[in-house]
């Protein structure tokens, strides 16, 4: 009889009392997690020292990828700008001179080695005919003495030196002249090639120069909020110092621990309520995007004091659907799985 009241006894227990195993399917309606609003951040350096000649921004402001940050001022830059340009632009004169030179040196092999052009051969010809007739004429007056012998032969030297001009332009140069054009030609070219190797030299230095004067303007190279702003108008920064730091606020997630013994209950795609603590406890929803599948890098943590076994969490990644005014990465918010 008294076996039967104290099975009845039990039996009742168990019913206001569901065993440990049976309640596993409430986990995720139960549990409370803690976790922090994560977004892209990306903090934006200065990659030349300088001081900062204007501040275009200010924590909270909305940037799009492209807007300027900031502008550094850097007289060095400038003045070796300056003189990077005097030396280039000196370059290329030099450059230009010796490509006229290269131009005259191959005139003058292709005369050497073509002849003297038409308009030149009648040119001399014309010259011959006309101190021919000169001649002639002369001639006869000498004939009659009516003029000197050396002006007779001055007139005669002049006829041989036309002729002999005729000659050279009807035979074209001799193989001496051709070798000398040629000669003078790879002269001009080497010349050439220097002052190009040169001015490219000066160039290459130029455009090193404007390269970070280019980096004076500091932009944003993503679309978001400005979140952080490190420096003030006026102050002096160093190369790779902080300037501001720009979030993506429209992709923002939460990534929270949960323990191995409910994990899970978690699936992907799951959403869970998301409470803003910074934003008087704002509703936001949050879906699970992935799960850490690598308990390497879990984290673990003890189950009693003297914490003789760990309990490993995995990483939960939730996304947040739904901008919400005001809210910031870095903030805290607390997460309730839905069933």
Known sequence: ??????????????????????????????????GTIEAVEVDINSKIPGRVAELLVEEGDEVKKGDVIAIIDSDELVAKKNQMQAQADAALSQYNAALSQVDAANAQV???????????????????DFVQQT??????????????????????????VARQDLDMALEGARSEDISGAQAMAASAMNMASAAKAKYDQAQAGLDE????????????PIDGTVTTVAVNAGEL?????????????SDMWLVVDVEETKVEKVKEGDYAQVQVLALSGKQLEAKVVSINK??????????????NYDIISYGVKLKLEGAAEGIRPGMSAKIKFKE
Do not use: W
């Open 294 to 307: 690598n308990p390497d890098f879990a984290v673990k943590k003890g189950t009693d004091e003297s914490g």
């Open 110 to 128: 292709e005369k050497a080695q073509n002849g003297a052009r038409r308009q030149e051969v009648a040119k001399a010809q014309a010259a011959v």
């Open 1 to 34: 009889m008294k076996m039967k009241k104290v099975f009845a006894l039990l039996l009742a227990m168990a019913m206001i009392f569901p065993m440990s195993g049976c309640s596993g399917a409430n986990v995720k309606k139960d549990s409370e997690l803690h």
């Open 135 to 160: 001649y002639e004429r002369v001639e006869r007056l000498y004939e009659k003495g009516a003029v000197s012998r050396q002006k007779r032969d001055e007139v005669k030297l002049q006829l041989d």
């Open 237 to 249: 920064v160093s190369t790779g110092m902080s300037i501001a730091v720009v979030s993506d606020t």
């Open 209 to 220: 120069v404007m390269a970070y004067i280019d980096d004076t303007t500091i932009e944003s």
